[in-house]
């Protein structure tokens, strides 16, 4: 069915260290997914996006990873600091009615 | 800032109430999305219109519905509230239908008591 997933609902990671989220999705039709970071009375806020027909892309900080293979999406963040701490969603796009589908999210606790 | 606003930010009602939320979209863009978020979820589809028209619909029950004016501003109506409405109602802008990213507004707390 549709649903995109997340497999670690609390990531606590220390400062200055790298943090890796990951994400499942089950819909062979998306053609583009995009990681969002949502902070505490905000809006999702757009980090990075990437399309089917690439495996990898890089922003400031942040890496996204495809693996059409596995159905499988990671989000890197490098030197991860205080402000990264949010709940981070991926999202996939239907290419057939541009629905997107967002997963539940993750906690990303940054540990001083 | 993603220059798109969402009014009011907070809102009780009470169950069987209509309650009608506002989103002004980031300039230039004709498109609006509506999500709603319940607490501790991931954002849900419920509606898309473009150019005033209604342009794709998630598996929300008709008293949810929607409008789009000539400026591109939205509303989001609700009818007949229900206790599981409370949720953060999320209103996303992009440039057009096919274009990908979506910039959110901060959304609007419903409270259904």
């Known amino acids: 069915g549709e649903s995109v997933g997340l497999h670690l609902p609390t990531l606590s990671v220390q400062e200055g260290d790298n943090s890796i989220i990951n994400c499942a999705y089950s819909?062979?039709?998306?053609?583009?997914f995009i990681w969002y970071k949502q902070e505490s009375g905000k809006g999702p806020q757009f980090i990075i996006d990437i399309r089917s027909n690439m495996d990898k892309r890089q922003g400031q900080r942040v890496t996204v990873l495809l693996n059409k293979t596995v159905k499988h999406l990671s989000l890197q963040i490098a030197a991860t600091q205080p402000g990264d701490s949010a709940v981070y969603f991926c999202?996939?796009?239907?290419?057939?009615?541009?629905?997107?589908?967002f997963g539940t999210g993750t906690r990303l606790k940054v540990l001083a | 800032e993603t220059g798109v606003t969402q009014s009011p930010t907070h809102l009780i009602k009470t169950r069987g109430q209509q309650v009608t939320l506002r989103c002004s979209s980031q300039s230039g863009h004709n498109t609006v999305s509506w999500y709603q978020q319940a607490l501790g979820q991931g954002p849900q589809f419920i509606f898309q219109?473009?150019?005033?028209?209604?342009?794709g619909r998630g598996n929300f029950p008709p008293r949810f519905s929607g409008l789009q004016f000539p400026n591109y501003s939205s509303e989001l109506n609700v009818n007949a509230l229900e206790l599981d409405d409370s949720a953060l109602y999320l209103c996303?802008?992009?440039?057009?239908?096919?274009?990908?990213?979506?910039?959110f507004g901060s959304g609007t707390q419903l409270s259904v008591l």
């Open positions: 219109y473009y150019r005033e028209e209604e342009n």
């Open positions: 996303a802008s992009s440039l057009g239908v096919g274009d990908e990213k979506l910039f």
């Open positions: 999202a996939e796009r239907d290419s057939g009615t541009y629905k997107y589908i």
């Open positions: 819909n062979s039709a998306s053609d583009y």
